[in-house]
């Protein structure tokens, strides 16, 4: 079983002199800035049970500016040692979105593991889902996951999600972490997300390995 926390602070945030920073929380004057992220992975022989939250929240000037809940619940199942099913339910909030605010995802498909080594992982997963947002409709998706590990202490990893539908989806998550110790990890992140209107997010990761 793994269990990771991630606690991210914006790097924008950082910047900025005579900050008063707490874990994971960020203020200045009158802007607040938050972003965290929970990885639970758990793996029983054939079966695998992923987990995903991400939570940005952000004001400035005193207004709110971003609240962003996005959260991911993946099983898999081994087929063979490179191929597995999957089936996956996906909730994505932005209370700034235009026409809706709240993204539904409930899918099943196929995954195979292209590269699975200690030095490069790729795989790829492809499903038909249901979405629900502005209407209900039948959607593809596809995600695409890279990683690569420059030594024992220095990776890179790329998860690139598409979804099809009245309103195209497009998420692209890339994180550059750097290992303090085996509990303790500090890294890069970008999430880049294009829905209706598009949005980047940049921050610093502090992770914790519970």
Do not use: C, P
């Not at 029983?44 to 959260?71: A, C, M, P, V």
């Not at 209370?95 to 196929?110: E, P």
């Amino acid at each position: 079983m793994k269990y990771i926390l991630t606690i991210i602070t914006l790097f924008t945030a950082i910047l900025i002199a005579d900050t008063t920073a707490n874990v994971g929380l960020t203020l200045i004057d009158s802007d607040v800035s938050f972003s965290g992220k929970i990885k639970h992975i758990i793996d029983r022989g054939k079966w695998t049970s992923n987990f995903d939250t991400t939570y940005t929240y952000k004001t400035s000037d005193g207004k709110e500016k971003t609240n962003d809940l996005y959260f991911q619940y993946k099983e898999q199942y081994e087929l063979t040692e490179k191929s597995y099913a999957l089936g996956i339910a996906q909730f994505d909030y932005d209370k700034f979105r235009k026409d809706y605010d709240l993204r539904t995802v409930l899918g099943a498909g196929y995954g195979y593991k292209f590269i699975d080594t200690e030095t490069w992982k790729l795989s790829n997963e492809t499903s038909l889902a249901y979405l629900q947002s502005s209407g209900n409709e039948l959607i593809v998706r596809n995600n695409l996951g890279v990683s690569y590990n420059f030594s024992e202490k220095l990776s890179i990893t790329n998860n690139l999600l598409f979804e099809s539908g009245k309103d195209m989806y497009l998420r692209n998550a890339t994180s550059l972490m750097y290992k303090l110790s085996d509990k303790i990890s500090v890294g890069l992140n970008n999430t880049y997300t294009d829905n209706v209107t598009s949005k980047n997010i940049f921050t610093i990761n502090l992770g914790v390995k519970l």
